[in-house]
């Protein structure tokens, strides 16, 4: 099971923020929030993750919710090189390593 | 540059053939990871390894096995290539747990 749930589709304008959610609601406290992108015709590449603290880095930021049972990825100006599916995945401890167990994740459309 | 290579992008291949898929990653990763992507079915885990000759079964290891000989490479075999087994497979390595995932470009196998 995919374990967390995100929209189907977004849309966004060029030069705009996106802000993609994601619930989790079983969340335990060991599992990390990864957040990684799938553009067409390529493998996926990650984008960001983190546990409690709302994280930053080159590529997007991610707001954690309090109680962690949902997590924001923010992509500060969106470009058309970001059309892609965003994932959304938990980290969890499974037999002594954390692969990941990829969802649906959503289509992100920029429109220029 | 960090690098997960795969074999080919592309594979034809004929039923009831065994197949190898061969994937190397450069990083002196410790895990590694196979998982096979279809539509509306999202990227699913096949194996994946921690250690070299190591492995266990992710969510769909049935008529799959793997290999890992060598820390950099990890192989996943098809012994009798079934058209349900017609997919992209993606490879993806990491160093530890909860690590982000480097993955590769994918191969496209079609068992005909």
């Known amino acids: 099971d995919a374990k967390t749930t995100q929209p189907n589709s977004m849309e966004s304008n060029e030069e705009e923020p996106v802000h993609l959610p994601c619930n989790h609601s079983t969340i335990s406290g060991t599992d990390y929030i990864h957040w990684y992108r799938q553009l067409p015709s390529q493998g996926p590449e990650y984008v960001i993750h983190?546990?409690?603290s709302n994280v930053n880095n080159r590529m997007a930021s991610l707001a954690i919710a309090e109680d962690r049972k949902s997590s924001t990825l923010i992509l500060h100006r969106a470009t058309l090189r970001d059309a892609a599916v965003y994932y959304c995945?938990?980290?969890?401890?499974?037999?002594?390593?954390?692969?990941?167990?990829f969802g649906k994740g959503t289509r992100l459309s920029v429109i220029a | 540059d960090v690098k997960v290579t795969q074999s080919s992008r592309y594979l034809v291949k004929r039923t009831g053939e065994k197949v190898f898929l061969e994937c190397v990653q450069d990083?002196?990763?410790?895990?590694m990871f196979w998982y096979r992507q279809d539509p509306g079915l999202g990227l699913r885990l096949i194996y994946f390894?921690?250690?070299?000759?190591?492995?266990e079964k992710g969510d769909i290891p049935e008529g799959y096995s793997v290999s890992r000989e060598k820390k950099e490479r990890f192989s996943l075999i098809l012994e009798s290539a079934s058209t349900n087994q017609t997919s992209m497979y993606l490879c993806?390595?990491?160093?530890?747990?909860?690590?982000?995932?480097?993955f590769g470009p994918g191969t496209r196998l079609t068992v005909t």
């Open positions: 990083m002196d990763h410790e895990n």
């Open positions: 995945i938990l980290s969890i401890l499974w037999e002594g390593n954390t692969p990941l167990v």
């Open positions: 983190g546990l409690t």
């Open positions: 993806a390595s990491n160093s530890g747990l909860h690590d982000e995932q480097y």
């Open positions: 390894s921690y250690d070299v000759k190591m492995k």
